[in-house]
């Protein structure tokens, strides 16, 4: 396949995937991770950037 077919063969499986999300289960360490990230932000602990900022400093890499 080229690449050009594997991307819509991917976005055609990602939107099927997408009609029923409630079939897909969320792994116990995915809620694990959320809640701490939650009470992070939550207690003031969490530091956010301006997703411009992130986007640039990846780019610099």
């Known amino acids: ?3 050009t077919e594997k991307l819509r063969a991917m976005e055609e499986l ?3 995937l997408a009609r029923n999300p409630a079939d897909i289960s969320v792994p ?3 809620r694990e991770v ?3 990230r939650q009470a992070s ?3 003031g602990d969490a530091r956010f ?3 411009g900022d992130v ?3 990846l780019r610099n890499r």
Do not use: G, I, V, Y
């Open 55 to 57: 986007k640039q400093r």
């Open 14 to 16: 990602w939107e099927d």
């Open 34 to 36: 959320l809640e701490q």
């Open 28 to 30: 116990d360490w995915h």
């Open 49 to 51: 950037h301006p997703w």
């Open 1 to 3: 396949m080229t690449t």
């Open 41 to 43: 932000a939550a207690s």
